[in-house]
DNA sequence: ATAAGGTTTAACCAAATGGTTAATTCAGTA
DNA sequence: TACTGAATTAACCATTTGGTTAAACCTTAT
C-alpha cells in the first residue's frame, strides 16, 4: 500500500506546489482514458501510458480498475456538483442566475470537455452509483424551490414548478454539447459553425428562458 | 455465409408474418444488448444467450462484432432519424409540430428506454459515424428554416434562428430522459415521482417553448 | 555503512473474449 | 433413397486484459 511520504521536504514541497505525487498523476491520467472512454472500453495499460509509468503501479496506489475508476468518477462529480449547485444555493437573483450559469457554462464544458457526457454515460450503466457515493451531500433544491414561487407570488414569472426550470435550463445548456456530434450531423453543420452557434447561445438561452417565464 | 431459403413456402410465409428470421432474432437480441450496455461492454456471448443460439452463429450471420454493431447502430439510427424528421419536415404549423412532437416524445422514449443514450454515447465514440454510414440521406432543414423565418416576418414569434429552435426542442425533450438518474439524484426524487414530472412535461415543454418565442 | 521500508519494474498468470473450424444435423431435390 | 448445400453445434484458438509477484531500487534513519 502506498504510504505517507513523512519527511523529505524537497519532495513534498514540490508535490504541494505542483500537486505531482504518483497518486495525483495516476488519477489525472485516468480522468483523460476514463472520460473520455468510459470505463469498460478504457484500459489499464492506456492509463500507465498516459501516466509514463508502469501498469502495475496502478495496482499499488489504487488497488483494482474499480477503484481507481469510482476515484475519477467522484473527482468529476465533485467538479460537476459545484457548478449545477450554482443554480440551487447561488445567492443572486433567478434572472441573473439563469443568465449567469448559461454564460459560464460554455467555458466550462470547453474546459471540461468529456465531463458532462462521462457522469451521464456511466451513472446510466448504474444509476444506483450516484446513490451509493453521494447520497448524503447532494444539495437541497428547496432554496431554490422558495425562491421561484415568491417571484411566482410577486407577478414576475408564470406558474411553474422550479423542478421543471432547473431541468429546463440544464437542459438547454448541457444538451447541446453532449449530443454535438448527432445535431451537427442533423444540421449540417461543421465544428467552426457550430461553435459558433455554442458561442451564440451565451446569451440566447438566457433571452429564451426569461422570456418564456417572465410576465409583460 | 447465409443463404436466402429459396423454396419452403411454410417457412417464408412465417418469417414474413412475425419477422423472425434467424437474422432478426439476432439483431433484436443485439439490439438489447448493445442498446442497454455499449459497444465496448457488451460481450457476444451474452447477445447469442439472449438470442437462444450458439455464439458461432452470430459471426455465421454477421462476421465480426463491429459489423453486427454497425447493423444494430443503423437501425436505431434509422428509428430515431424520422422522429426527429417530424420537425423538420411535417406539414403541420409551427405550434403544432411544437406540440405535436413534444407530446409523442414521453410515449417514443417508453417504447425504446435506451435508444437516445445509445446514439449519443457511440457516436461521441466515433463522431464521424453518423457521416460514414448517413452521409446521403440526412434530412434538409432548410424547409424548418422557412418555416421559421416566416413565422418571424408575420410578426408571430420573435426573431430565433431556426438551429436554435431546433436545438431547444430537441434539448428539452430528450435531455430529462438521458440525464434521468443525474437530475433524479439532485431532485431528490423516486422512480415514480420522477415519471410524473415527465408525464407534466408532455404540456409543460410546448407551452414553455411556445410561451418564449410567440408575439402576444 | 547498513538495515528498513516504501517504490518501481519485468515477468508472469488466469480468466475472459472475439473469432475459427471441423464435424454433424437438417431440409429440399433428383 | 442418396446427394447437396445450408444451418448448427461443440470444441478449440490466439489475443487481450486485469491483476499478481518476486526481485531490484532508491531514500532515509540509525
Known sequence: MAKEQTTSEPNILNAIKE?????????????????????AAARMQEIADEAGINKAMLH????????????????AFSTLAPQLNEIINAENSLFDKIRNFTNNHVMFVVNHPYLFNFIIQELNRDPDFIEKLFSEKLPNIQ?????VDK?????????????HLFINILALNIFPFIASPLLKGFLKTDDHAYRQLMEE????????????????
Chains 1, 2 share one sequence.
Open 201 to 216: 447561445r451565451k446569451t440566447e438561452i438566457a433571452d429564451f428562458i426569461i422570456n418564456s417565464i417572465k410576465i409583460k
Open 143 to 147: 432554496k431554490f424551490r422558495d425562491q
Open 60 to 75: 499499488y496506489y489504487y488497488r483494482s480498475k474499480q477503484l481507481l475508476f469510482e476515484a475519477v468518477f467522484k473527482s
Open 19 to 39: 500537486q505531482t505525487t504518483p497518486e495525483s498523476n495516476i488519477l489525472n491520467a485516468a480522468k483523460e482514458i476514463f472520460e473520455r472512454k468510459g470505463m
Open 151 to 163: 417571484k411566482i407570488k410577486e407577478g414576475i414569472i408564470i406558474p411553474i414548478k422550479a423542478e
